[in-house]
């Protein structure tokens, strides 16, 4: 690759900067790492999602703030018929009402529900040495990725935002 064309390897937040756990910790540990990311004046969350790893460190999953939460309450994804909790106005009204009251009782007893029963596959990746406009690509046509992990000689060495790129395209253009 021409030594003027970016590339993904110069861009990354390495693993060790990046949230990650190994597969058989659980949903206050992943809890727990992700705030443990927390900065800035209102304590703002770093990264909405984080890599799973088994024990030998290979890459098996990733959970995101979505796949943690619904974890804490099946109902809210799982109950034919509704497509969304909508409050008083929705079709089931009383359903809404008993979610409220119980659904903060049911989170406290999920703590420790296995991570590995949360993480959903990665279906995406990058190597090290991709340019950067392959990662550009990749997270352009999918917006529900919010990191894809860069690989380098099959194990993951870190993962790349839209937001690492952003500042690499702006510095190399000259935006």
Known sequence: MAADIPVVRDFIIPLERYPNLLET????????????????ENDRLRYSALF????????????????????LDKRLVEVPGVASFEGKGAE?????????????VECAKKKDV?????????????KADDSLVKALSILLH???????????????????????????VCSCCKL
């Open 114 to 126: 296995p991570l590995k029963e949360l993480m959903v596959p990665i279906e995406r990746m990058v």
């Open 25 to 40: 910790k659980t949903l206050h540990d992943a809890v727990e790492t992700l705030l443990s990311f927390a900065c800035g």
């Open 52 to 71: 799973v790893l088994n024990e030998e460190n290979q890459l098996v999953g990733k959970a995101t703030l979505q796949d943690l939460m619904r974890g």
């Open 92 to 104: 089931y009204p009383n359903l809404a009402v008993l979610w409220e009251e119980s659904f903060f």
């Open 142 to 168: 999918h917006p529900d990725d919010q990191a894809l992990p860069v690989i380098d000689g099959g194990t993951v060495v870190g993962a790349i935002r839209l937001e690492e790129i952003f500042k690499a």
